[in-house]
């Protein structure tokens, strides 16, 4: 089992849905958790960051970090077009490495 | 959020000759980089991580002598392509790990390398 589990899609969806992206884990031992959305031809730019169980809120993005199931979810309300990018969890615990999921292309149709 | 920049964008070269890649964190200190591939369409593949003042670390299968790694100083990391070939053609992303917190892990805007 991969310590980090992520979908690849691709996703599509039309203007304005509430997209819904999930990552599994396997390592008890991660304590942070990232998102990073990705442009084509562009390193990933960091999104959310979170540490503890719960919610947390930034605009239209809500990350989601459930410790108790290994499960982090990232939420994008009002999805526009130009969030159309490949979004990466990422996680990191003991170790000074991140873990990355494989990453999951989202389109957001006009 | 805090700043990484990467230097060059994009880089053609000869086979054979080498390329210097620059990552720097910009706003605050890093004391550890990561140096990332990523080929068309896959996740960031983790080459080696870089403490500042001692030698990388390089991930298995990942040849030390063929990509060297300097992090000279708590801002500045570089890797240097050596004896390119064509098959080193690919994108090459920094990651330097600090900010608020210390944990936060911030990207440079990669580099496309293209050996011909």
């Known amino acids: 089992q991969k310590e980090v589990e992520q979908d690849p899609g691709p996703l599509s969806v039309p203007e304005g849905a509430i997209v819904s992206l999930n990552c599994t884990y396997s390592?008890?031992?991660?304590?942070?958790f990232m998102w990073y959305r990705q442009y084509s031809r562009k390193g990933p730019e960091l999104l959310m960051y979170?540490?503890?169980?719960g919610n947390k809120e930034d605009g239209r993005f809500t990350a989601q970090v459930d410790k108790s199931s290994k499960y982090i979810s990232l939420f994008i309300r009002d999805s526009q077009p130009s969030d159309s990018a490949t979004y990466l969890c990422?996680?990191?615990?003991?170790?000074?490495?991140?873990?990355f999921g494989k990453g999951m292309k989202l389109t957001v149709n006009p | 959020g805090a700043v990484v920049s990467q230097h060059p964008s994009r880089v053609i070269c000869k086979s054979g000759t080498s390329v210097k890649i620059e990552c720097r964190s910009l706003?605050?200190?890093?004391?550890?980089m990561f140096w990332y591939r990523q080929f068309p369409k896959k996740s960031l593949m983790l080459m080696a991580t870089?403490?500042?003042?001692?030698?990388?670390?390089?991930e298995q299968g990942v040849e030390k002598d063929k990509f060297l790694i300097n992090h000279a100083s708590l801002t500045l990391s570089t890797l240097t392509v050596t004896s390119a070939h064509p098959e080193d053609s690919s994108f090459y992303i920094c990651?330097?790990?600090?900010?608020?917190?210390?944990?936060?892990?911030?990207f440079g805007q990669g580099t496309r390398l293209t050996v011909v």
């Open positions: 990651s330097a790990r600090g900010g608020k917190r210390g944990t936060e892990a911030f």
């Open positions: 390592n008890s031992a991660f304590q942070y």
């Open positions: 979170t540490y503890s169980s």
């Open positions: 990422a996680m990191v615990g003991g170790s000074e490495k991140l873990v």
């Open positions: 706003d605050f200190q890093a004391t550890t």
């Open positions: 870089s403490n500042e003042g001692s030698k990388a670390t390089y």
